[in-house]
């Protein structure tokens, strides 16, 4: 058995932000756009009004200032409220694969070994822009890298559960350097005419380089355990798929509403907190590792209130400044990159011998943790 490690990680951060402001700016025309032309189902009270979205309930709810996008002029335009990407054509690399080289290059450079060097790349994201040929694949031939790829899907947890996969290929010894790669282009499925979630979710791409601790070049963090759980639950859903133009409208099928991310944020709210902190709190016992023990969380970025009770429930106590670092202000939701942004803009400075925990949760429900020991 191998000694697993991550030697690298990497950020793609989108050039174009929407901050709160502009996207309040763009809700409410949107719905003073749409309430106009259904004024008079309106006041035959057939149909509700939409109501109108503000950048203190936003705050307040979720901690959310800004968000980083591929395309923002598509979102902010009242008459469209989507991003507007470029179809490429099959001979172009394809937009998550785009991402990808981005973040890999980065991650690849901080744990000083070059692309070819790599024999499993796996491509772990919420949403994958085909079905095959795999993402993966293709990120694999961007970069010149050797070995085999697949892509993998747990929604939030995505990266975790891919970084499970990938340790479990390295200790057993069929992979020796693996990536995994999570380009999210969480824009493209979240419903920006929806005041309930239009300001949750970022685009944003993170890699993981994982290596045998005796390949180790520099810095490193050796993984002393991974966990993974899963629970059903239709609280967080997306029903768009292939099986679309099997339906009796065909290709046709209206722009319905449960195409896009749909939650209920209440219930999500309720019933993940207490799974995340029970999952936390049995690995790392689990691990030998005392709540005194841990140095720092780098949690899932849906929400500050979610993640202050959670670091309460870890640590029982209070975390102190640093202790738990949130990257959500700045990046909104980016799904299963959340946790890995914040792992790989805020883990530099511990010390040898440091331990923390990485934490994603979300759709599934599924939550994933990865306890790192700084080497
Ligand atoms: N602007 C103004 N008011 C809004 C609003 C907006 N953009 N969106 C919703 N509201 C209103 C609601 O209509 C509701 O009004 P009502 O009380 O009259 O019905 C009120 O504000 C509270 O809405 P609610 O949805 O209950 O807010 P919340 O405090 O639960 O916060 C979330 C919403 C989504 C931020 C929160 O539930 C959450 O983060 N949940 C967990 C989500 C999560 O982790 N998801 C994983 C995704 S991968």
Redesign the pocket.
């Known amino acids: 058995m191998f000694q697993p490690v991550i030697t690298g990680t990497g950020v793609f951060t989108p050039s174009e932000i929407i901050t709160n402001a502009e996207l309040v700016d763009a ?1 409410n025309a949107y719905a003073e756009r749409k309430n106009t032309e259904n004024a008079a189902a309106i006041s035959t009270g057939e149909m509700e009004p939409i ?4 950048e203190e ?2 705050v307040s ?2 901690g959310i200032h800004q968000r980083y996008v591929m395309d923002k002029s598509g979102i902010l335009d009242p008459a469209v409220m989507r991003p507007q990407l470029r179809q490429r054509s099959d001979d172009e690399p394809g937009i998550m694969t785009e991402m990808a080289v981005d973040a890999c290059a980065k991650a690849l450079d901080k744990a000083g070994i070059s692309a070819n060097q790599i024999d499993l790349v796996i491509c772990a994201a919420s949403n994958h822009e085909r079905a095959y040929p795999a993402i993966a694949i293709e990120i694999q031939q961007a970069l010149g890298a050797g070995g085999f790829g697949f892509d993998m899907n747990v ?2 947890s995505s990266a975790t559960f891919g970084i499970q996969a990938a340790a479990d290929m390295i200790r057993s010894g069929s992979v020796k350097k693996a990536l995994v790669v999570n380009p999210e282009i969480c824009s493209a499925h979240l419903e920006w005419r929806d ?6 979710f970022g685009d944003v791409c993170t890699a993981t380089v994982l290596e045998r601790k005796e390949d180790a070049k520099g810095d490193h963090f050796e993984i002393l355990g991974t966990k993974c759980l899963t629970q059903f639950s239709n609280n ?1 859903r997306n029903n768009n798929g292939f099986l679309r133009r099997t339906r009796e409208e065909g290709d046709d099928l209206p722009d319905r509403r449960d195409m896009q991310f749909m ?1 209920n ?2 219930k ?2 309720k019933e ?1 907190l207490p799974i995340v902190s029970k999952h936390i709190l049995g690995h790392i016992e689990e691990l030998g590792v005392g709540q005194d023990g841990l140095k720092r969380l780098w949690l ?1 970025q ?2 500050k209130t ?1 993640n202050d009770f959670i670091g309460k429930k870890v640590l029982g106590r209070v975390p102190e400044e640093g202790e738990q670092p949130n990257i959500l202000q700045d990046y909104a ?1 980016t ?1 299963s990159a959340g946790s890995i942004i914040a792992f790989s803009k805020y883990s530099d400075d511990l010390a040898p011998s440091d331990t923390g925990v990485i934490c994603s ?3 599934g429900y599924s939550v994933g943790s990865v306890v790192v020991r700084r080497g």
């Open positions: 809700f109501g109108i979205s503000n309930f936003i709810a979720s929604a939030c005041r309930d979630c239009h300001f949750i967080i939650q944020g209440r999500v709210f993940v899932h849906a929400n979610m939701n799904s949760f979300g759709a």
